[in-house]
């Protein structure tokens, strides 16, 4: 999302007038987009900004800029009375204050069919940044902005706002517009990303956009993130079956293997009716690859709890499972009614017990890829070898002279491991 957001930002900016630089002592504007999802991430975002204060005070024109979760949908005064050198804050996916501010400061009269444009970027046209064109083969689209579920442990709702989805029309054109500049896969986005339509008018939901999505020509691969698991209809599933544009790469969260856990989450499910799920999946899209998501140390978390959602990790061998430890969010119902009793050392342990396990199932999942042809689209050379990946999403490197930007080709595999494969182009 803050990926997407902050292209569409770039190329805002880039309309009015500013040029991207690598340095932030070059710059004139700085633009920090945050993400406060767990403790370490806000971390992050806190430690950028405290290392920005020498520039502002050498520089008293620099602007500095706050953007996306740090701030929310409800703005962060807090933040703002803690960090005076911010001159400007924007809400997730909005950075209409910060535009508002350069516009007012550079006092210059822009002309009405550029303000227009800056406009039309800000509301949904799309234009690839500058840095960004001939070289980006792969891009988000973020369809659903927002949830509305309130899981316990999860600050996105409180930050993000209420579920909305992005209108219908919008999301075709952004979509051939990325085509027109040179994309070849898109991802659809959305917190709960199968909910897509269920709060617009009319029959639309997201199985229905795959559909109109796939006639695009020259788009080569359509993916969507992230399911959950009580939205993920047959209808879909088909959908992804009989798409072959559609990748058999399905991001499900389980979040917790035991049922008094998943509840204490108000996730709204069972881990019976998750492991029936994945089982569908893999007899309606035959070869698809799932990833999950998985807490580990939610409050009250016993071992033997913990061990119930290894023991579902070790029986369903999916092959992706994106591990975190809790990190109470101020505001959320799990952390103003449950008391974080996992001890850190203990949260950890548990997380690595998890992760030595998926790299076991990794590892076997991917080593019978050994010797296979699979079909890679290339999206970026460095350190002399090119970058791409399977349509299940494993990563795939390739050496070779030829230029494979944005080439969908066949490639041997000739190496296996349990977070990339090494191949030869066929
Ligand atoms: N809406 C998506 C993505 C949410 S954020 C979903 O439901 O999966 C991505 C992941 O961060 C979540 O899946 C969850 O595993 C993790 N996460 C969210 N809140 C967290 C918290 N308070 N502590 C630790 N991990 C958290």
Excluded at 221 to 231: A, D, E, G, Q, V
Excluded at 265 to 272: D, I, Q, V
Aim: hydrophobic share 40%; proline share 6%.
């Amino acid at each position: 999302m803050n990926v997407a957001d902050s292209r569409r930002l770039a190329s805002a900016l880039e309309m009015m007038g500013f040029e991207p630089t690598i340095k932030p002592k070059d710059a004139d504007v700085i633009i920090l987009n945050t993400c406060v999802v767990r403790q370490s991430a806000e971390n992050k975002a806190i430690g950028r900004l405290s290392s920005l204060r020498p520039l502002k005070d050498k520089n008293p024109d620099l602007v500095i800029s706050l953007m996306g979760c740090l701030i929310g949908v409800r703005g962060n005064q807090k933040i703002l009375d803690r960090f005076p050198w911010v001159d400007v804050a924007s809400p997730p996916s909005d950075p209409t204050p910060l535009i508002n501010f350069l516009n007012q400061r550079s006092g210059k009269d822009r002309s009405q069919a550029k303000q227009d444009k800056i406009n039309a970027i800000l509301d949904g046209d799309f234009v690839l940044p500058q840095k960004d064109q001939n070289q980006l083969v792969s891009a988000f689209i973020p369809i659903v902005y927002g949830c509305s579920h309130a899981c316990t442990y999860c600050i996105i709702p409180s930050k993000r706002g209420i579920e909305h989805s992005r209108p219908y029309d919008e999301i075709i054109t952004e979509a051939q517009s990325m085509v027109g500049q040179g994309i070849r896969e898109i991802t659809l986005l959305g917190q709960i990303v199968d909910r897509y339509g269920l709060d617009l008018p009319g029959n639309i939901n997201l199985a229905g956009l795959l559909h109109d999505l796939h006639q695009i020509k020259d788009l080569k691969r359509i993916r969507f993130l992230t399911s959950h698991p009580n939205w993920m209809t047959d209808d879909l599933l088909q959908t992804v079956a009989d798409l072959p544009k559609v990748c058999p790469h399905i991001e499900v969260p389980i979040q917790a293997g035991d049922d008094d856990i998943l509840a204490a989450m108000k996730r709204g499910y069972t881990s019976a009716e998750y492991r029936d799920l994945v089982g569908k999946i893999r007899k309606m899209i035959p070869g698809a690859s799932i990833a999950t998501d998985i807490i580990v140390g939610f409050p009250g978390e016993t071992q033997e709890q913990f061990m119930n959602t290894y023991q579902l990790l070790d029986d369903l061998r999916m092959d992706v499972a994106h591990l975190a430890r809790y990190s109470p969010r101020t505001g959320t119902y799990a952390e103003r009614k449950l008391e974080d009793d996992v001890p850190e050392a203990e949260k950890m342990h548990r997380f690595r017990m998890l992760e030595s396990l998926q790299e076991e199932i990794s590892t076997e999942i991917n080593a019978k890829l050994m010797n296979q042809v699979v079909s890679v689209l290339f999206e970026e050379k460095s350190r002399g070898r090119w970058r791409g990946r399977t349509p299940t999403n494993k990563l795939v490197f390739v050496e070779s002279d030829e230029n494979l930007l944005g080439q969908e080709r066949n490639v041997l595999i000739e190496w296996t491991g349990p977070w990339s494969l090494i191949g030869a182009l066929q």
